[in-house]
Structures are given as C-alpha cells and as structure tokens.
C-alpha cells in the first residue's frame, strides 16, 4: 500500500493549481442485498470531563489490517437534491474534473408540499411526485455539465435493491470512461403517521417511527415503501459495501448553535442551531452507516480504510464568505443548471429543474450558501512528526473511523498503514512530540452515537506513542480528557482540537468550546492533566492553529468574524492571554501558523471572498510587532498551510493548498505530484513538518486512496 514518495514539480499558472482537489471512482451497478450491519458500538464512557473530570481509559479495541484500497471513490450521502450542490462544491466538480466517478446518495425526496414555483410568477397547483422529478431532473442536468457534457444528456435509469426488499432508484451517466451514479432513496420530507407529521429528525429520534417513500414520476422503482430507523442504517451500509468508496461527504453531524433574532432569523434552521434538520439527521445517519462499515467484519481483505469529509449547511450565511468570486461563479453555474427553466427542453414532462434555483436567483440572496464552502473539521488531513534521531518522518491519519500510522522507512518512503484503533473518530488530529519523544495523538471522538440526547455523545480522547527504540510500537490505551461542554447535547458543539509542546515540556491542548470561544488544558512533565480552562474572550471559526515561538512561547490564532482572534503566553510557563492582532485583513478561513528559523511567528490566512492570501509575521522579543510578509493570489480556495523557510521574508516562504500546491517565492505557483502513474488526487490540505536540525521541511498530503504522499521542501526552491 506504500507509494513511492519520489515527486516532481509542474510550473503551472494561477488557473491551473486547484485548491482542494479531490477524486473518486465508484463500484459497478448494484444487485442483490446485504446483510444488516453490526451495531455501532456504544461501550464507552459517556464524555463529560468539565473542570476537575480525570482522565479516562477508553475500553481496549482490537486491532485491524486495514485492507488495501482501489481506486479512489467518493460517495456523498446527502438529506435533499442540492445539497451536494449548494454545500460540497466546488469539490464535487473538482472530483468529477480528475475523472474520477462519483456516487451522490439522496436520502429524502426533496418533495416538501409539491410546489414547484418560479419566483414572480402564479404558484401551479401542488403535485409532490412531478416535483420530486423535477428536482432529479436538475441534478441530471447540473452532472451532466460537470462533466463537460449538454444538459440534456440522456441517462441510464434503472434500480438497485436494498436490504429489506426495498427498492432505489439508480440514475447513471459514463463518458469516456468517467461515471456518475445518482441514488434515490426518496423518503418523504413530510409525511404523517397516526394524524402526526413525521419527517427525518423524527427517524432519527424517535424508536418505533416508520417513513414512507415517495418515488418520481416516471420513476422505475415499482412502488412505495417504507423505512424504519435500523432499516435506513442498513440501506447506507449496503451502499458502502458495494461501492467501496475511498472517501465518503456527508454533511454536519453537529451543527453550530445559532440565536435566532432578527439579524439571525430562524427560517428553515432548527431550533437553537444553524443548519437544516434534515441536514443533521441525514448526516447523523450517515455517521452511523460508515462506523458500522468500519465496524462490521472485514473479512480476509481486512478493514475498509476510507477517508471522511463534512460539510457546513446553513452556517455558510452566519461567518464571513470564503469562496473567491471565480468560484462563486463555477458554483452558479451548477446552480443554474439544476434550477433549470420551465421553458427548457428537458423531455421531462414532470420539469426541468428546481425553478427557485435557476437564473443567477442565488446570488441575490442574502443567505451566502453560494459564496462558501466551510467544513465542519476544516483542520483535517495528515499529520507529520519528523524524528530528531533519524530524520524519519512518521504519519499519523484516520482511516476508516480509525487512527493509522505509516512509519518512515529508511529510504523515506511511508509502510503500510497500522491500525491504532480508537474509533469512531472525526477526521481531524492533532499530534505533538513530548519532551521525552513520545508523539502524542489528539482526536475528536464520536463517544457515542445513537438517537438519544445521552447517546449521542462526543469527547476528546488522546494516544500515546513511546518514543522510537524505547517501546513506541508496544499497545498503548487511548485516553478521554472528556470535553469542555459538561451537558451531552452540549459536547456535540466540541471542535477538533491542537496541540503543541511548549519550550518547557508541557504539552497545550486546544478545542473550541460549544460558546465559541476556546478552552485548553496542559498536561505537565510529570503526567498530571490541568482541568478545562476556558481562554478571555473569541467568537471563533472552527479550526485553530497553534504554534511555539522562538523565545518558548506559545501561540494560539483563530478566525473570528471579522480579524484575527490571538491569545499568546507572556511567558514560557504562563497561562495565555489575549495577544496583539493586526486588522489588516479580514480572514475568510481557518488560519495556520508556523515559527521561521530565527524565531518568528508567521500566520497566513485567506482574505474574505478573495484568492488572495495573507502572510503576517510576529517578531520574536519584545516589544511585539507585526508586518506584512506577504498578500497575494494563491489559485483556488480553502484553508492555506504555511511552510516557513530558514528566513521569515516572502522570499523564503512556501504556501501550501489544496492538492498539494505550493506558492512559490514570486507569487506563481507548482504543484508537486505524485510520480507514480495513476496516482490518486491529494485530498483536502496538506500538512508540513519541521526537520530538526536544520533539514528540509516535509509536506505531506493524502491521497484519496489512502496513501500518503511525502515532499520534502527545499530551501528557495520548491521540492526536493
């Protein structure tokens, strides 16, 4: 499973580097059932941990080969048609635009009360069934374009059977052996049952509900059906299964909390969050599915080993915008398709789109779901340790809902993935090296994972790997430092957390807490874990970065709405404190932060709706001062990772995106590929890693097969 980490740079212009590439291929047709899954397991502690909580020891899992990957695939299991489009792309397209196939998976039918209404125009009578198949006929339109071909492209329409008898609906277009596949599972928006509405939230929550189907008109699923909780969890899973994706988008599990006021109004939002319910409910579905995969037996071929995304719903209209406006307008462009127009010549006697949608109408509201793309754990990826004694570089990842391991081999290429266990995990890590060598593990854990508010349950939870040569490899015990939330509904608004090691030993541990600000807790030379600390001030963006500078100080930065939040120690061993900040720009994404050679800080970040990027420098010493280093277009969109040189000036400085891009010294751009041929795309932001004395600095990104590739930055002059 290992690939080669030999790598090239390819001058590319501006245009040409994308910022989040991803890749997919899926599975051939579906037939036959598969058997109900095994239950996710729930024999965790429940994840309190408030001030004074010790830490926990989480019950010992057993450990797993992960089987080796196909081609890359991206599954997206999502609530109505649209969401992949108005919350997932630009990735959607970017996935199609590698020719990589994708499988989008639509859980209800998007029906709502059956009114297909253009705006400005008379409403037409309500007629559910022929709006379920004009909304599906958008999506036609909306792929078909993505894939470069007309609108009205003729698809393969047929279905595919799911557990329990039931049928779906399977819509399929292949083009010059790309494929798309659409499926339909169409469970009613609304519903009633005994004189009661029901819907999906109701599927989640509540034991006993049952949810009927609602297929298109002209559909060939040959009837209406029904589904329970555990049944939809199984239909999930046989989807999985069969398709095997590498990479699985889903949307919020744990949206944010939201006041609703007239500034915020509550609209289709659910109580007290920011996010559809039915967004959460088909995500919480979708968690559950994929940690029963992860779960269920792996047979001879081991553990899948899938990667996992998530996705911003309604929050896109609550924090600044992140999208460039060239995106904005690949993202319209969809739209536009899927909206469609009621004088179109679709041959879809039912409709030609979601007629709210089409014509540019997006981008007159004011709701902002066209002008971002935010994820839920946007610090996720690899992380990187390069070892002081042997240069080795060591990668730490979550595979399917697990933590794995690739160990530097002495020709730097990474083995094949060990199993760490400890899930089901977010996808976001944290790792830092102790002082005494050991490398220590940060994940966001999903606890526990079921319909009730005291079962659905997060907490942070930690591992530890000895250093090398003194008993790194031997089996260590996951650890639960609980949460900063004391109430279970409550822990579901914990974020991913940082981590670093501070110049005197103490390890610095960071989340967002669910008021959105930040909390921390230290763990100090001699094992013992402060409480749960909660720092002055913030109301922050999920996704911080952390960093220790020169003088051993430690450095925390997050992106509020409208600057940069910093809090710094004063010294070494003091607690932090709210830092300086510059409002020189207003940040549009996550920050990341890294220490130059001569002791400096440097924090880059995303301006709001722009390519470009800023690159500010805090000086070591004091009096603090802070300069521009840099403010230019770096290509794409999407969290930036900065890769300090041995000199804090942009003539030194490396920006890394998306797809393994990296900024070059005189504003353009390369990006550094795998040599292997059909090596899959990188997924999501590469991770950089600081060589001790002196080296090279190490990228690494992952590629959408699960494989690691491994860079090595040379000074001035891109990659090794």
């Known amino acids: 499973m290992a690939r080669r980490t030999e790598t090239h740079c390819s001058a590319l212009s501006r245009r040409a580097v994308l910022a989040a590439v991803a890749g997919a291929s899926a599975a051939g047709m579906m037939s036959g059932c ?47 048609p649209d969401d992949d489009l108005f919350f997932m792309n630009p990735d959607v397209a970017q996935t199609m635009e590698n020719g990589v196939p994708v499988t989008s998976v639509y859980i209800t039918d998007g029906g709502s009360f059956g009114v297909n209404k253009v705006p400005g125009r008379p409403a037409p009578e309500a007629d559910v069934p022929a709006y379920v198949s004009a909304r599906q006929q958008g999506l036609r339109q909306a792929y078909a374009q993505m894939m470069g071909l007309p609108l009205f492209t003729p698809w393969e329409r047929g279905t595919v059977r799911l557990p329990g008898g039931r049928e779906a609906e399977l819509n399929r277009l292949e083009h010059l052996g790309r494929r798309v596949d659409l499926v339909f599972l169409n469970l009613r928006m609304h519903a009633r049952a005994g004189g009661r509405p029901v819907n999906l939230t109701h599927l989640w929550k509540t034991p006993g509900v049952l949810l009927p189907t609602q297929p298109a008109a002209g559909s060939p699923v040959s009837g209406a059906s029904s589904y329970g909780h555990d049944d939809l969890v199984q239909a999930l899973v046989a989807l999985l299964r069969r398709y095997r994706p590498t990479l699985i988008r889903t949307l919020d599990p744990d949206p944010d909390a939201q006041v609703h006021d007239q500034r915020h109004p509550r609209g289709s939002d659910q109580r007290g969050y920011s996010d559809h319910p039915d967004h959460t409910a088909a995500a919480l579905f979708a968690w559950r599915a994929l940690t029963s995969w992860a779960a269920g037996p792996g047979g001879a071929a081991g553990a899948p080993a899938f990667q996992t995304e998530a996705y911003r719903g309604y929050y896109n209209q609550r924090w600044p915008h992140n999208l460039p406006p060239q995106t904005v307008a690949l993202k319209t462009r969809h739209l536009n398709a899927y909206g469609g127009d009621p004088s179109w010549g679709c041959g879809n006697s039912s409709g030609c789109g979601d007629y709210s949608i089409g014509g540019d109408r997006v981008l007159a509201s004011d709701r902002g779901w066209v002008r971002s793309t935010h994820r839920r754990y946007p610090t996720a990826g690899p992380r990187a340790v390069v070892d002081a004694d042997d240069g080795r570089t060591t990668v730490y990842a979550v595979l399917g809902t697990r933590l794995a391991r690739w160990s530097g081999r002495p020709d730097g290429t990474p083995g094949d993935p060990e199993d760490l266990g400890g899930g089901p995990l977010a996808p976001s890590i944290a790792v830092t090296t102790a002082a005494d060598g050991a490398h220590l593990v940060f994940a966001l854990r999903f606890s526990r994972l079921g319909p009730g508010v005291r079962h659905n349950v997060r907490e942070v939870v930690m591992l530890r790997q000895g250093p090398r040569g003194e008993g790194r490899d031997r089996e260590e015990t996951w650890q639960s430092l609980g949460s900063p939330e004391t109430e279970p509904r409550r822990t579901r608004l914990t974020g991913t957390p940082v981590a670093v090691t501070g110049a005197d030993g103490r390890t610095h541990l960071f989340v967002r807490n669910g008021h ?37 100080r430690v450095h925390l930065f997050a992106a509020s709405s409208g600057w940069m939040e910093h809090w710094a120690q004063r010294g070494a061993r003091g607690r932090l404190k709210k830092g300086s900040r510059r409002l020189v720009a ?53 969290r930036v990772a900065l890769v300090g040189g041995r000199r804090p000036e942009a003539s030194d400085l490396r920006i890394a995106v998306g797809g393994g891009a990296l900024g070059g010294p005189d504003g353009d751009s390369t990006v550094i590929r795998a040599a292997a041929r059909g090596a899959a795309p990188v997924l999501g932001t590469p991770t950089t890693a600081v060589a001790p004395h002196g080296g090279p600095a190490v990228m690494v990104a992952l590629g959408l097969d699960g494989i690691p590739v491994v860079t090595r930055v040379r000074e001035g002059s891109g990659s090794a």
Do not use: C, N
């Not at 930040?518 to 922050?540: A, I, K």
């Not at 890294?594 to 880059?604: I, K, N, Q, R, Y």
């Open 34 to 80: 598969v058997a109900a899954p095994r239950p996710v397991p729930s024999d965790a502690p429940a994840a309190g941990g408030g001030s004074g909580t010790p830490v926990g020891r989480l019950a010992p899992q057993p450990r797993r080969a992960f089987a080796r990957t196909g081609p890359a695939a991206v599954m997206q299991i999502v609530a109505h």
């Open 516 to 552: 959105k600000g930040v909390s921390t807790r230290v763990l100090d030379t001699g094992g013992t874990w402060s409480p749960w600390r909660r720092l002055p001030g913030g109301h922050v963006q999920e996704g911080l970065a952390a960093t220790v500078d020169g003088d051993g």
């Open 586 to 638: 207003r940040p549009g994404d996550v920050p990341d932060a890294v220490t130059a050679a001569d002791g400096s800080v440097l924090v880059g970040y995303r301006r709001v709706a722009s390519d470009r990027v800023m690159v500010e420098r805090l000086a070591a010493g004091r009096p603090a001062r802070w300069s521009t280093v840099a403010d230019r277009p770096v290509s794409g969109y999407g």
